[in-house]
């Protein structure tokens, strides 16, 4: 049913949380791939050198330690582990690998780490749930 499993993470404890879900819904339904993306907004270039590569070097590093504590979450699986790294606006980079992949179904936690929290859900799930092309997946 579920072949195609996207994972959302933002290093949030809800996102850590989708990864467990996601690796267990993985092994549960014999997914053949698994694509855990962290999706994170562009660094302003106003900021000017060396300020602007210290603070992509410094982004690069917290995605990339986010993507590790994700794959480690999902845990041991046979499915094919993809994982990605998207500078942009994280709803609509979700959206996009969604449909792009051909995703069976988006795991991503209820509220992440933003700044600004909607009332039940955070804003990028809100909008993701919104515009997904297929069904999607809420851990809290």
Known sequence: MFEKILLAVDGSEHGLRAAQTAGDLSRAMHSTHLRIIVAYEPIPPYL?????????DARLAQANAILEAAVKAVGQMSAEIHTELIEGSPAEAIISVAVTRSSD????????LGRIAGALLGSTSQKVVTHAP?????IR
């Open 48 to 56: 000017g050198e060396p300020n602007l590569q210290q603070a992509i």
């Open 105 to 112: 179904v988006i795991v991503m936690g209820s509220r992440g």
């Open 134 to 138: 297929c069904p999607v997946l809420i």
